[in-house]
């Protein structure tokens, strides 16, 4: 299954949030919408479950626009909460009866959901009666239990700890390996190269980059080294200014042309003490600043 | 259509499961038990007291003939009282008020001048009153005797009745003011307990981001109806309880009401009245219950709720007055009446009013219905529409224009 949003345009009053947004996510794949506070994720992710519709533009499935009758969607929003004085099996069941299943499949399917995320003891528990963490859980529940085609986490994994966090990578890696289609929206960049396979950032209601994470960090010219090595300063005084400090202690040679990459490196192992000479590939986090920091 | 039965449900189960919906029913079940036991208890009470403790009534005059004969009138005309003849002179009357040991006096100067001495002039006191309808007759007699008529004829002429019969070929105001009172006092208050209600239950949902799971999974159709509709029969359910608790209360109790009119006429209400109450309680309730639902939408925390319905709670004080206002000038056929029963926030209240209270033709009946049910419906779409804009906005409640724009658009 292919997931396409085309061209989305989308104003809020004057203020036009989305300015022709596209991107394509495929079942089982994670695909990372990134972008900054404000930049049109959310409204982005709304205009696709059809919570309002878009000025102009279309989202498609497979090529033809999106049957919400039969492609179920989950789920969990990053402003988290739900009935915080109901009773969490009530409301659980509730949630998942609404997305279409009988009353005696949703009660099933919680209960799978709550033993799978060790949560079978506050079944039937006030929510406000559990710790933050454990309200995430819940509300993950309300995201899966109802066997979506496409899910939907934004910001996942805030608030958990590392071993719930754990847990919950888990979950997302069965989910992808389901064939699903699992859309995330983060600002920790570590779990988004961790699952996904392809991103888009926006940046101020503008698709700023999209495609194959491992494509876009090939793209990057490979004009630099990362050495790591016990004796710095020989290194620095025979490179001069081409060698600067990298992060975690390395150094960092910048070439003049990428097709001296293989020379340099090794002069450098003939040369010098060296633990670990790399070609520089960007960071997520680097390409997101690079990408999403400029103007807003 | 399948989401707004879950929707329903839930919503329905949540006010059965709130503990001060079903504390607030069972305190009104119970204090209309204990109303309606009233005349039980007090029967209970006047037997042990029996008659011995009737105040006392004193009756002075110079003239002894005169206090005797007042006295004869007097005795029969008030049951409640001891009516004596005062011994001693005046001051020793007045001595025996303060005192406590008599309750009042007639002093009569003659038979058509006294003063009334009492201790305490209460509020309702209406022994001058009834006295001075009797010291009247007592006067012609005493000159019909004095003119040469014999006590039989005096008492002939004295006793005249009128017989005379009163036939409503229209409406009975008298009997009907008290359905359309109930009516309206129970609209008027229900309205407003679960108008609240309605608004506080979708802005919680807000404040609680409850909603953002909630307009991912449901249509905002849905949404509103079924909360609306399942506070709706809430508050049907609510007073059918108390209702339904007052007419078996009553009906244990009957022999004890004997023939107090105004009770019983409550539990004898006409079918096609009762219909009629029925229809137009339930269209006003559910027209304003949409509305403040929307509001309640476009708020961002619960302590706004408050003023954010205030435009609706006025709207619907001032319907509640305009009827007020007609029904008791005994007037209900006005202009203004006859306007306010034909628009929808008005109308429930308005024609109800003079349904009962004259003779409205069938079809302006029929015309306000259908305006109301249509306006009903169109208003639940439309606050609908206010809902799917409203739930997402957070931060400053939004001005009016911007979610007339906001609607339109959507």
């Known amino acids: 299954m292919r997931l396409e949003l085309k061209n989305i345009d989308k104003s809020f009053g004057e203020k036009q949030v989305l300015k022709g947004v596209s991107f394509t996510a495929e079942s089982g794949k994670a695909f990372g919408l990134l972008g900054r506070n404000g930049a049109g994720k959310t409204t982005s992710i709304r205009i696709l479950m059809n919570v309002f519709p878009a000025n102009s533009g279309e989202v498609l499935v497979d090529g033809s626009p999106i049957d919400y009758g039969k492609i179920k969607i989950g789920y969990l929003p990053e402003e988290r909460g739900l009935y915080p004085k109901k009773l969490i099996i009530d409301q659980l069941t509730y949630f998942a009866e609404l997305k279409g299943m009988e009353k005696k499949e949703a009660v099933k399917a919680v209960d799978f959901w709550l033993d799978r995320l060790d949560m079978t003891e506050y079944r039937n528990k006030r929510l406000d009666t559990l710790s933050k963490g454990n309200q995430q859980k819940i509300q993950l529940v309300t995201a899966l239990a109802h066997d979506p085609q496409i899910v939907i986490l934004d910001e996942p994994f805030s608030g958990l700890d590392p071993v719930n966090a754990i847990l919950l990578k888990d979950v997302v890696k069965e989910q992808i390996s389901k064939g699903k289609i699992v859309l995330f929206s983060s600002h920790q960049m570590s779990y988004i190269e961790e699952f996904c396979d392809s991103i888009a950032i926006i940046n101020a209601g503008r698709v700023a980059l999209h495609g194959d994470l491992y494509d876009i960090k090939r793209n990057y010219p490979r004009d630099r080294l990362v050495v790591h090595t016990t004796k710095p300063q020989q290194i620095r005084e025979d490179f001069g200014s081409a060698c600067t400090d990298g992060e975690n202690g390395a150094l960092m040679i910048q070439l003049a042309d990428p097709g001296e990459k293989n020379a340099v490196m090794k002069r450098l192992v003939e040369n010098f003490d060296i633990d670990e000479v790399k070609v520089f590939e960007p960071s997520l986090n680097d390409i997101f600043v690079q990408y999403a920091g400029e103007q807003v | ?410």
């Not at chain 2, 707004?4 to 919503?11: N, P, Q, V």
């Not at chain 2, 069972?26 to 309606?36: C, G, K, N």
């Not at chain 2, 001495?117 to 001058?128: E, H, Q, R």
């Not at chain 2, 002429?157 to 409406?171: C, P, Q, R």
Request: charge should be neutral; include cysteine; charged fraction near 15%.
């Open chain 2, 1 to 410: 259509m399948k989401q707004f039965g879950t929707i329903l449900k839930f919503e329905l189960r949540g006010y059965m499961k709130n503990k001060v919906f079903v504390g607030t029913t069972i305190f009104m079940v119970i204090a209309i038990a204990i109303a309606m036991f009233i005349p039980n208890i007090t029967a209970m009470f006047k037997s042990e007291d029996g008659a011995k403790d009737k105040s006392v009534m004193l009756i002075y005059a110079q003239d002894g003939e005169l206090a005797d004969l007042v006295r004869q009138y007097f005795e029969p005309a008030f049951p409640d009282y001891e009516v004596k003849l005062a011994d001693g002179t005046l001051e020793d009357v007045k001595a025996q008020i303060t005192a406590g040991s008599a309750e009042c006096a007639f002093a009569m100067d003659s038979a058509s001048s006294y003063t009334y001495y009492v201790n305490n002039l209460t509020m309702y006191d209406s022994n001058t009153a009834a006295a001075e309808t009797l010291l009247k007759e007592v006067c012609r007699v005493t000159a019909m005797l004095q003119y040469g008529l014999s006590p039989e004829q005096a008492e002939k002429v004295m006793s005249v009745e009128i017989e005379s019969n009163v036939t409503a070929l229209g409406k009975d105001q008298g009997q009907n003011f008290l359905y359309t009172y109930i009516m309206i006092m129970a609209l008027y208050m229900v309205i407003l307990l679960y108008g609240q209600m309605v608004a506080t239950n979708v802005a919680s949902e807000k404040s609680s981001r409850a909603m953002e799971v909630l307009v991912t999974s449901a249509k905002p159709s849905s949404m509103m109806f079924g909360k609306v509709l399942a506070s709706c029969i809430a508050g049907l359910i609510q007073l059918v309880a108390v209702f339904g608790s007052a007419l078996v209360f009553y009906n244990l109790n009957k022999a004890a009401w004997g023939d107090n009119r105004i009770i019983a006429s409550i539990f004898n209400i006409p079918v096609n009245l009762f219909i009629y109450m029925l229809v137009y309680f339930v269209l006003g309730f559910l027209i304003y219950a949409f509305l403040y639902g929307a509001i309640g939408s476009t708020a961002s925390k619960l302590e706004d709720i408050n003023t954010s319905v205030m435009p609706i709670t006025f709207l619907f004080i001032i319907a509640f007055m305009v009827v007020m206002m007609s029904m008791t000038s005994g007037n209900t056929d006005n202009t203004l009446m006859k306007v306010c029963s034909f628009i929808p926030f008005t109308s429930p209240m308005a024609m109800f009013t003079r349904i009962c209270m004259s003779t409205v033709p069938w079809h302006e009946i029929a015309l306000s219905i259908v305006i109301l049910i249509g306006s009903t419906v169109g208003v639940g779409f439309l606050s609908a529409k206010i809902y799917s804009v409203g739930v997402l906005l957070y931060g400053t409640t939004p001005k009016i224009g911007s979610i007339i724009k906001a609607v339109w658009k959507a």
